[in-house]
Every structure is written in C-alpha cells, then in structure tokens.
C-alpha cells in the first residue's frame, strides 16, 4: 500500500515528531505542505494529514493543500498535536475530506508543545510532549488503519 502524510510543523516541532516517527517505522512518505504547495496524490491508497493546531483547526497550509490537491475518493487519516487535544480540532480537515467523498479511516491526536498566544506568558503547556509513548501510540495507530 502507497502511503503518504502531507503535514505542517511550525512552531516547536511536535508535529514533525509524530509523522519522523511514523514514516521511519512504517514507510510512509512526507511532504512538508509549508514547502510544497502542489503533489499529485492520486496513485496513493492512504493520505494523511497531520498539524498543529492553531485556534482548534489545523495549519492553513496542509488546508490549502488538501482543497487544491486531494482527489475525490480517497482514503484518508488525520493527525493533531495540540495544547488542547479536543475532536473539534479536526473538523476543518475533515470538512475537506468530505466534500471529496474521501473515506476517513481514523484520527490520531496527542498533546504538543504550546506556547501560543497567552500560554507564552506561563511557559506554554503541554511541555515534554509529544513523549516517547505518544510516539508509540502513533506508530500503532498508523499500523492499525494500514491494511
């Protein structure tokens, strides 16, 4: 199965962590979406998307990337690393997804690094993660929908 996560990491790199990990253990290809704006996706069986999440949705490049590039019918995945891992943060991919009647096949999310906005002022929350466990989990979770 040809596989690939299209992804942005912008801030501490806990993003970049998740998806490092899981295209070392699994295989999967990455395209960073802050580099490369266009990709024909189209011979590919699984598509993931992973980000931070930025005001619960995630990073306005993977977004533009996913309207302009993702074919209809696809399968797909998403990955989140947020201050605040709640399942709101994957609606605005998610809309994506649907309106190209593509077939989600599952959401991975784990806590990450934030000192965005007011969290600066304290440090940021979330500080350590993503940790080796939430690493593992990830990689168990790619392995489960890559079948």
Known sequence: MRSV????????????????TIAQNCGVELVD?????????????????????FFS???EPVLKFARENLPENK?????ATAGNPIQL????????AEEKKCNERGRYQCKG?????PFKLVGGIQKGHPNEEE????VDFYKSIDK
Do not use: P, Q
């Not at 690094?113 to 906005?117: E, V």
């Open 5 to 20: 996560i299209i992804y942005a990491s912008t801030h501490h790199g806990n993003t970049k962590k998740v998806v490092e």
């Open 33 to 53: 979406a802050t580099k490369v704006h266009e990709k024909d996706l189209s011979e590919y069986d699984l598509i993931g998307f992973a980000s931070g999440i």
């Open 57 to 59: 949705k995630f990073a």
């Open 75 to 79: 399968d797909v995945f998403f990955i």
């Open 89 to 96: 943060n994957f609606k605005s991919i998610s809309d994506i």
């Open 113 to 117: 690094y934030d000192t965005y906005g």
């Open 135 to 138: 690493l593992k989990a990830a």
